[in-house]
């Protein structure tokens, strides 16, 4: 089982739904990254969270640690939104990220 | 400063060839990542340099991989002897504190 377990693993909707991509994990963490990656490779952080809730533009994202759980959040998505989407955490006393498999959001317009 | 630079973006090599890849990361960064990225996958780290010391590497560094930071500012990664298994896109990422990543555009390897 993996330490960070991302759902779905593909989602399509239709432009202007409200979009929720989850991410679990199974270890005590310091801190969590929602990067965006798009074909190509690069990576851009979105957020880094360590409690509560954070809001930039039409996405947010939230974080509850005593339940190992964050969530992604986009609100009237958009074509442009499409991309995967990766959770990742840092553990305690630990300075490398580890990943979920990410979650490949597809916005149809 | 333009973020984190990686070259080449990509690389098509044959087996049994040997790879460089650079990494300019943000330039008051001292802290430095080295990630591989298979298909369907999320990155996994490889190795990790604080200035110009390597803290920490991935059992997944074989012995072919070696990385450098010689003077604490550029990185390089070298894969010798290439094998297909290697074909991955390589990421490279830094940051000042712990927190606060800056990843770079990534180098795709292609092993023929």
């Known amino acids: 089982k993996n330490e960070v377990e991302q759902s779905p693993q593909n989602l399509t909707a239709q432009e202007g739904e409200f979009i929720t991509i989850n991410c679990s994990y199974s270890?005590?963490?310091?801190?969590l990254h929602w990067l965006q990656q798009h074909p190509g490779g690069g990576i851009v952080s979105l957020f880094m969270?360590?409690?509560g809730k954070k809001k930039h533009g039409r996405l947010i994202a939230t974080i509850n640690i005593q339940e190992k759980h964050s969530s992604l959040h986009i609100t009237a998505s958009h074509p442009r939104d499409s991309a995967v989407y990766i959770c990742?955490?840092?553990?305690?006393?630990?300075?490398?990220?580890?990943f979920g498999t990410g979650t490949r959001l597809t916005i149809i317009p | 400063d333009t973020g984190v630079s990686q070259n080449p973006r990509h690389k098509i090599t044959k087996r049994g060839q040997n790879v460089t890849f650079r990494c300019d990361p943000i330039?008051?960064?001292?802290?430095l990542y080295w990630y591989r990225q298979t298909l369907g996958q999320g990155p996994e780290f490889l190795t990790y340099f604080q200035n110009e010391a390597q803290l920490e590497k991935s059992r997944l560094l074989s012995d072919r991989f070696s990385a450098e930071r010689p003077k604490g500012s550029f990185s390089t990664l070298e894969i010798q002897r290439t094998e297909q298994g290697d074909s991955a896109m390589y990421l490279c990422?830094?940051?000042?504190?712990?927190?606060?990543?800056?990843f770079g555009s990534g180098t795709r390897l292609t092993v023929v």
């Open positions: 990742a955490v840092y553990n305690f006393g630990n300075e490398k990220l580890t």
């Open positions: 969270l360590s409690s």
């Open positions: 270890v005590g963490i310091s801190a």
């Open positions: 990422a830094s940051s000042q504190a712990l927190y606060g990543y800056t």
């Open positions: 330039s008051e960064h001292n802290r």
